[in-house]
T-cell receptor
Framework: AQTVTQSQPEMSVQEAETVTLSCTYDTSESDYYLFWYKQPPSRQMILVIR??????QNATENRFSVNFQKAAKSFSLKISDSQLGDAAMYFC????????????????FGQGTILTVHP | NAGVTQTPKFRVLKTGQSMTLLCAQD?????MYWYRQDPGMGLRLIHYSVGEGTTAKGEVPDGYNVSRLKKQNFLLGLESAAPSQTSVYFC??????????????FGNGTRLTVT
Protein backbone atom coordinates (compact mmCIF):
# COMPACT_ATOMS: atom_id res chain seq x y z
CA ALA A 1 0.00 0.00 0.00
CA GLN A 2 1.13 3.50 -0.73
CA THR A 3 1.74 6.01 2.03
CA VAL A 4 2.16 9.77 1.95
CA THR A 5 3.88 11.69 4.73
CA GLN A 6 3.85 15.41 5.41
CA SER A 7 6.22 15.99 8.29
CA GLN A 8 5.43 19.67 8.84
CA PRO A 9 2.13 20.08 10.69
CA GLU A 10 2.44 23.88 10.49
CA MET A 11 4.47 26.38 8.50
CA SER A 12 4.48 30.14 8.37
CA VAL A 13 5.75 32.69 5.89
CA GLN A 14 5.86 36.44 5.51
CA GLU A 15 3.83 37.96 2.74
CA ALA A 16 5.85 38.18 -0.52
CA GLU A 17 8.37 35.61 0.72
CA THR A 18 8.86 32.04 -0.48
CA VAL A 19 7.92 28.91 1.44
CA THR A 20 8.42 25.20 0.73
CA LEU A 21 6.13 22.47 1.99
CA SER A 22 7.54 18.97 2.20
CA CYS A 23 6.01 15.66 1.16
CA THR A 24 7.45 12.19 0.92
CA TYR A 25 5.74 9.06 -0.30
CA ASP A 26 6.32 5.37 -0.44
CA THR A 27 5.33 3.18 -3.36
CA SER A 28 6.56 0.21 -5.34
CA GLU A 29 4.83 1.44 -8.49
CA SER A 30 6.65 3.20 -11.28
CA ASP A 31 3.62 4.90 -12.82
CA TYR A 32 1.75 7.34 -10.62
CA TYR A 33 0.58 10.90 -10.16
CA LEU A 34 1.19 13.32 -7.33
CA PHE A 35 -0.99 16.24 -6.35
CA TRP A 36 -1.07 19.21 -4.02
CA TYR A 37 -4.48 20.32 -2.80
CA LYS A 38 -5.30 23.52 -0.95
CA GLN A 39 -8.05 23.65 1.64
CA PRO A 40 -8.96 27.15 2.83
CA PRO A 41 -11.21 27.70 5.86
CA SER A 42 -14.21 27.28 3.57
CA ARG A 43 -13.29 23.54 3.48
CA GLN A 44 -13.27 23.56 -0.31
CA MET A 45 -10.63 21.22 -1.80
CA ILE A 46 -8.77 23.05 -4.56
CA LEU A 47 -6.28 21.36 -6.85
CA VAL A 48 -3.10 23.41 -6.86
CA ILE A 49 -0.71 21.40 -9.01
CA ARG A 50 -0.23 17.94 -10.48
CA UNK A 51 2.88 15.97 -11.42
CA UNK A 52 3.10 12.86 -13.58
CA UNK A 53 5.83 10.52 -12.37
CA UNK A 54 7.03 9.76 -15.88
CA UNK A 55 7.78 13.43 -16.50
CA UNK A 56 11.16 14.58 -15.31
CA GLN A 57 10.28 18.24 -15.65
CA ASN A 58 8.88 19.79 -12.50
CA ALA A 59 5.32 21.09 -12.79
CA THR A 60 4.64 24.80 -12.34
CA GLU A 61 1.42 26.79 -12.03
CA ASN A 62 2.04 30.52 -11.75
CA ARG A 63 3.53 31.08 -8.26
CA PHE A 64 3.36 27.39 -7.39
CA SER A 65 6.03 24.90 -8.39
CA VAL A 66 7.14 21.49 -7.27
CA ASN A 67 10.48 19.83 -6.71
CA PHE A 68 9.89 16.23 -7.73
CA GLN A 69 12.69 13.85 -6.78
CA LYS A 70 11.53 10.43 -7.95
CA ALA A 71 14.46 8.43 -6.62
CA ALA A 72 14.13 10.04 -3.21
CA LYS A 73 10.32 9.79 -3.37
CA SER A 74 10.02 13.42 -2.47
CA PHE A 75 7.49 15.94 -3.78
CA SER A 76 7.76 19.40 -2.23
CA LEU A 77 5.64 22.43 -3.05
CA LYS A 78 7.21 25.87 -3.39
CA ILE A 79 5.03 28.94 -3.11
CA SER A 80 6.71 32.09 -4.34
CA ASP A 81 5.63 35.64 -3.56
CA SER A 82 3.28 34.37 -0.86
CA GLN A 83 -0.06 36.12 -0.55
CA LEU A 84 -2.53 36.33 2.30
CA GLY A 85 -4.92 34.23 0.25
CA ASP A 86 -2.43 31.36 0.26
CA ALA A 87 -3.14 30.74 3.94
CA ALA A 88 -4.76 27.31 4.10
CA MET A 89 -4.24 23.64 4.83
CA TYR A 90 -2.22 21.96 2.09
CA PHE A 91 -2.46 18.27 1.31
CA CYS A 92 -0.10 16.15 -0.70
CA UNK A 93 -1.75 13.20 -2.43
CA UNK A 94 -0.76 10.11 -4.43
CA UNK A 95 -2.66 8.34 -7.17
CA UNK A 96 -1.69 5.12 -8.88
CA UNK A 97 -1.08 5.32 -12.60
CA UNK A 98 -2.60 1.91 -13.17
CA UNK A 99 -6.25 2.09 -14.18
CA UNK A 100 -8.61 -0.54 -12.83
CA UNK A 101 -7.34 -3.25 -10.50
CA UNK A 102 -7.71 -1.95 -6.99
CA UNK A 103 -6.83 1.61 -7.89
CA UNK A 104 -9.88 3.17 -9.58
CA UNK A 105 -8.46 6.63 -9.31
CA UNK A 106 -8.34 6.67 -5.52
CA UNK A 107 -6.22 9.30 -3.82
CA UNK A 108 -4.02 8.65 -0.79
CA PHE A 109 -3.48 11.80 1.25
CA GLY A 110 -0.81 13.03 3.59
CA GLN A 111 -1.62 14.46 7.01
CA GLY A 112 -1.70 18.05 5.83
CA THR A 113 0.32 21.19 6.56
CA ILE A 114 -1.31 24.36 7.86
CA LEU A 115 0.24 27.40 6.19
CA THR A 116 -0.01 30.78 7.88
CA VAL A 117 0.88 33.92 5.94
CA HIS A 118 1.90 36.97 7.97
CA PRO A 119 1.31 40.45 6.56
CA ASN B 1 -22.77 24.13 -12.81
CA ALA B 2 -23.26 22.39 -9.47
CA GLY B 3 -20.46 19.79 -9.64
CA VAL B 4 -20.55 17.71 -6.46
CA THR B 5 -23.19 18.59 -3.89
CA GLN B 6 -23.28 17.24 -0.37
CA THR B 7 -26.17 17.45 2.04
CA PRO B 8 -26.38 18.32 4.84
CA LYS B 9 -23.53 20.76 5.52
CA PHE B 10 -23.68 20.29 9.28
CA ARG B 11 -25.26 17.73 11.57
CA VAL B 12 -25.20 16.89 15.27
CA LEU B 13 -26.16 13.38 16.31
CA LYS B 14 -26.48 11.62 19.61
CA THR B 15 -24.65 8.34 20.11
CA GLY B 16 -26.66 5.50 18.63
CA GLN B 17 -28.64 7.61 16.18
CA SER B 18 -28.54 6.93 12.48
CA MET B 19 -28.25 9.23 9.49
CA THR B 20 -27.53 9.30 5.79
CA LEU B 21 -25.26 11.71 3.98
CA LEU B 22 -26.16 12.37 0.38
CA CYS B 23 -23.73 13.11 -2.41
CA ALA B 24 -24.92 14.10 -5.86
CA GLN B 25 -22.83 14.85 -8.94
CA ASP B 26 -23.98 16.17 -12.28
CA UNK B 27 -20.86 15.41 -14.33
CA UNK B 28 -21.81 11.87 -15.32
CA UNK B 29 -18.78 10.53 -13.45
CA UNK B 30 -18.42 6.80 -13.00
CA UNK B 31 -16.26 6.85 -9.88
CA MET B 32 -17.40 8.25 -6.56
CA TYR B 33 -15.70 8.29 -3.15
CA TRP B 34 -16.38 9.05 0.48
CA TYR B 35 -13.52 10.38 2.62
CA ARG B 36 -13.34 11.49 6.21
CA GLN B 37 -11.00 14.23 7.41
CA ASP B 38 -9.62 14.24 10.94
CA PRO B 39 -6.95 16.51 12.45
CA GLY B 40 -3.45 15.19 11.87
CA MET B 41 -4.67 12.33 9.70
CA GLY B 42 -5.50 13.94 6.40
CA LEU B 43 -8.32 12.47 4.35
CA ARG B 44 -8.95 8.76 4.58
CA LEU B 45 -11.07 6.73 2.18
CA ILE B 46 -14.17 5.16 3.68
CA HIS B 47 -15.89 3.56 0.68
CA TYR B 48 -15.92 4.07 -3.03
CA SER B 49 -17.93 3.10 -6.07
CA VAL B 50 -16.83 2.45 -9.62
CA GLY B 51 -20.31 2.43 -11.10
CA GLU B 52 -24.02 2.26 -10.48
CA GLY B 53 -24.86 -0.65 -8.23
CA THR B 54 -21.27 -1.30 -7.13
CA THR B 55 -19.46 -0.33 -3.94
CA ALA B 56 -16.19 -1.29 -2.29
CA LYS B 57 -14.45 -0.76 1.03
CA GLY B 58 -11.73 1.78 1.48
CA GLU B 59 -9.24 2.27 4.26
CA VAL B 60 -11.66 2.93 7.16
CA PRO B 61 -15.04 1.31 6.31
CA ASP B 62 -16.11 0.08 9.74
CA GLY B 63 -19.34 1.63 11.03
CA TYR B 64 -20.41 2.90 7.60
CA ASN B 65 -22.50 1.59 4.76
CA VAL B 66 -22.94 2.99 1.27
CA SER B 67 -25.24 2.63 -1.68
CA ARG B 68 -25.15 3.73 -5.30
CA LEU B 69 -28.55 3.02 -6.74
CA LYS B 70 -28.24 5.82 -9.28
CA LYS B 71 -25.10 6.85 -11.10
CA GLN B 72 -25.32 10.42 -9.91
CA ASN B 73 -25.88 9.67 -6.22
CA PHE B 74 -23.67 8.08 -3.58
CA LEU B 75 -25.10 7.70 -0.09
CA LEU B 76 -23.12 7.23 3.10
CA GLY B 77 -24.98 5.77 6.06
CA LEU B 78 -24.20 5.60 9.74
CA GLU B 79 -26.43 3.00 11.36
CA SER B 80 -25.44 3.66 14.97
CA ALA B 81 -23.34 6.77 15.32
CA ALA B 82 -20.37 6.79 17.71
CA PRO B 83 -18.30 9.74 18.99
CA SER B 84 -15.35 8.35 16.99
CA GLN B 85 -17.30 9.19 13.85
CA THR B 86 -17.16 12.89 14.61
CA SER B 87 -15.41 14.20 11.54
CA VAL B 88 -15.70 16.17 8.33
CA TYR B 89 -16.92 14.00 5.48
CA PHE B 90 -16.09 14.65 1.85
CA CYS B 91 -17.58 13.17 -1.25
CA UNK B 92 -15.65 13.22 -4.50
CA UNK B 93 -16.16 12.02 -8.04
CA UNK B 94 -13.97 11.28 -11.01
CA UNK B 95 -14.26 10.25 -14.62
CA UNK B 96 -13.29 6.66 -15.42
CA UNK B 97 -11.79 7.59 -18.76
CA UNK B 98 -8.08 8.23 -18.26
CA UNK B 99 -9.03 8.13 -14.62
CA UNK B 100 -5.52 8.38 -13.32
CA UNK B 101 -5.08 11.78 -14.91
CA UNK B 102 -8.59 13.02 -14.25
CA UNK B 103 -8.88 15.25 -11.24
CA UNK B 104 -11.15 14.42 -8.35
CA UNK B 105 -14.00 16.84 -7.92
CA PHE B 106 -14.85 17.37 -4.27
CA GLY B 107 -18.00 18.46 -2.51
CA ASN B 108 -17.76 21.09 0.21
CA GLY B 109 -17.93 18.63 3.06
CA THR B 110 -20.29 17.75 5.89
CA ARG B 111 -19.27 18.48 9.45
CA LEU B 112 -20.72 15.75 11.68
CA THR B 113 -20.58 15.86 15.47
CA VAL B 114 -21.62 12.85 17.53
CA THR B 115 -22.23 13.57 21.20
Amino acid sequence: AQTVTQSQPEMSVQEAETVTLSCTYDTSESDYYLFWYKQPPSRQMILVIRQEAYKQQNATENRFSVNFQKAAKSFSLKISDSQLGDAAMYFCAYRSGYAGGTSYGKLTFGQGTILTVHP
Amino acid sequence: NAGVTQTPKFRVLKTGQSMTLLCAQDMNHEYMYWYRQDPGMGLRLIHYSVGEGTTAKGEVPDGYNVSRLKKQNFLLGLESAAPSQTSVYFCASSSAGQSQNSPLHFGNGTRLTVT
